[in-house]
C-alpha cells in the first residue's frame, strides 16, 4: 500500500521519464540541436553543481560528503541491479559496495545535460567513469537519469537510475 505523498511522487517521477522519452521532439532537445553552444540558466547551473559536488566529495572518499546529494528522505530511490528505497539504504549500500578507498576508484562525470521539468523539478542526464585497480574491480563506465528536486536545501536527486 502506498502512502498518499508517495502516490504523487511516483507520477512526478512517470511524468518527468515521459519527458526525456518523447526524444529530441522536446523543446530542450530541439533548442541545444539548434545552438549546440547553449548558455546553462541558473536552474541547470544549480543542479550541475550538485553533481559535480558529489564528484569531488566521491573522489576524496567522503561517502557522508557524496550523500548529501539525494533527498534525506525514506522516499527517495537509486536504481540499478536493483532497487533501493530511502536515503538510509542508499547510504548503506554504497558502504558494503564500496568498503576500501581504492574500490571507490576515481570518478568522473560528462556529458551532463540538465532538463528542466518546471521551476521545482529538473532531470540530469550524463555519464559516468569509474577508474580503479583490476584488483578492486577495474574500471566501470555507464549512463545515469536523476530526477532532482529543488528542496529548502538546494536540489537534491529523489530518483537515480544509474546503468
Given at each position: 500500500?502506498?502512502?498518499?505523498?508517495?502516490?504523487?511522487?511516483?507520477?512526478?517521477?512517470?511524468?518527468?521519464?515521459?519527458?526525456?522519452?518523447?526524444?529530441?521532439?522536446?523543446?530542450?532537445?530541439?533548442?541545444?540541436?539548434?545552438?549546440?553552444?547553449?548558455?546553462?540558466?541558473?536552474?541547470?547551473?544549480?543542479?550541475?553543481?550538485?553533481?559535480?559536488?558529489?564528484?569531488?566529495?566521491?573522489?576524496?572518499?567522503?561517502?557522508?560528503?557524496?550523500?548529501?546529494?539525494?533527498?534525506?528522505?525514506?522516499?527517495?530511490?537509486?536504481?540499478?541491479?536493483?532497487?533501493?528505497?530511502?536515503?538510509?539504504?542508499?547510504?548503506?549500500?554504497?558502504?558494503?559496495?564500496?568498503?576500501?578507498?581504492?574500490?571507490?576508484?576515481?570518478?568522473?562525470?560528462?556529458?551532463?545535460?540538465?532538463?528542466?521539468?518546471?521551476?521545482?523539478y529538473?532531470?540530469?542526464?550524463?555519464k559516468?567513469h569509474?577508474?580503479?585497480?583490476?584488483?578492486?574491480?577495474?574500471?566501470?563506465?555507464?549512463?545515469?537519469?536523476?530526477?532532482?528536486?529543488?528542496?529548502?536545501?538546494?536540489?537534491?536527486?529523489?530518483?537515480?537510475?544509474?546503468?
Open positions: 500500500m502506498q502512502r498518499r505523498g508517495s502516490q504523487s511522487k511516483s507520477w512526478i517521477i512517470v511524468a518527468a521519464l515521459t519527458c526525456l522519452l518523447a526524444g529530441p521532439t522536446s523543446a530542450c532537445a530541439q533548442d541545444q540541436q539548434d545552438n549546440p553552444l547553449h548558455t546553462a540558466t541558473r536552474l541547470e547551473l544549480d543542479v550541475v553543481k550538485v553533481v559535480l559536488a558529489q564528484e569531488k566529495a566521491w573522489n576524496a572518499g567522503d561517502f557522508d560528503e557524496y550523500i548529501k546529494g539525494y533527498k534525506n528522505s525514506p522516499d527517495t530511490l537509486f536504481m540499478a541491479t536493483h532497487i533501493t528505497r530511502g536515503y538510509a539504504q542508499i547510504l548503506d549500500d554504497y558502504k558494503k559496495n564500496f568498503t576500501t578507498r581504492a574500490s571507490m576508484g576515481t570518478l568522473t562525470y560528462s556529458e551532463l545535460e540538465v532538463h528542466p521539468l518546471n521551476d521545482i529538473a532531470v540530469c542526464l550524463g559516468y569509474l577508474d580503479r585497480s583490476k584488483k578492486e574491480g577495474g574500471p566501470a563506465d555507464g549512463t545515469f537519469s536523476l530526477v532532482m528536486e529543488k528542496t529548502s536545501d538546494g536540489w537534491r536527486i529523489v530518483f537515480d537510475h544509474t546503468t
